[in-house]
């Protein structure tokens, strides 16, 4: 008994362990389709943005104050490569009280990207995260290429390096030789 305690233990601590997804090993995970509605009551279907550039998806909160840090750097990043093919889709895991805050935080702060609801959780749950922020690149074909969670200060700094890596080469003239930021202080979570 004591040993099917145990393993289903390990099993459960394994679960909320963040993987680096995005590895040699593990880059070329599928990112799973998904039919959400976005704040202006369209369906937003993932196949529909595949084919062309980098998809940047976001999971978040109202509530998360990383999340909005998070975001407030994303949006640059969006205005700046959009017309070299990047997308970015936040998508919220607001529960029903605080979904009614989410197209009015959207416009307050400016963010033109596009903005779904997860309602169930039931796309968090098949990625198999409880934390928040969380964050996806995909390329055009939907494979995962960087995987990350939480946010602090600089963490922008590699997501844009990402970013640049699978956008177009004959567009991609403004790529940074830089290094990655060292990472000195924990991520943010929300939980």
């Known amino acids: 008994m004591y040993k099917y305690f145990a393993v289903l233990v390990a099993s459960l601590l394994l679960v909320q362990i963040p993987t680096a997804i995005g590895d040699d090993d593990d880059k070329y995970d599928i990112f799973p389709a998904f039919e959400l509605e976005d704040i202006e009551g369209n369906t937003i279907v993932f196949e529909e943005l595949l084919g062309k550039g980098p998809i940047a998806?976001?999971?978040?909160?109202?509530?998360?104050k990383p999340c909005l840090k998070e975001m407030d750097k994303i949006q640059p990043f969006y205005e700046e490569y959009k017309d070299r093919g990047l997308e970015v889709v936040a998508i919220?895991?607001?529960?029903?009280?605080?979904?009614?805050k989410v197209p009015s935080l959207i416009k307050r702060?400016?963010?033109?990207?596009i903005v779904v609801y997860d309602d169930n959780k039931s796309l968090q749950y098949t990625l198999?995260?409880?934390?928040?922020?969380?964050?996806?690149?995909?390329?055009?074909?939907?494979?995962?290429v960087y995987h990350h969670f939480g946010y602090k200060?600089?963490?922008?700094?590699?997501?844009?390096e990402k970013i640049l890596?699978?956008?177009?080469?004959?567009?991609?003239?403004?790529?940074?030789s830089g290094s990655l930021m060292e990472?000195?202080?924990?991520?943010?979570?929300?939980?």
């Open 153 to 160: 200060a600089g963490d922008e700094s590699e997501l844009k």
């Open 57 to 64: 998806i976001t999971f978040w909160a109202t509530w998360c």
């Open 109 to 113: 702060k400016g963010y033109s990207f």
């Open 183 to 191: 990472a000195q202080s924990k991520d943010e979570q929300c939980e």
């Open 128 to 144: 198999g995260f409880a934390d928040i922020p969380e964050l996806f690149l995909v390329n055009e074909k939907g494979e995962i």
């Open 92 to 100: 919220s895991e607001d529960g029903p009280r605080t979904k009614k």
């Open 165 to 176: 890596e699978i956008l177009p080469e004959e567009m991609d003239s403004t790529k940074d």
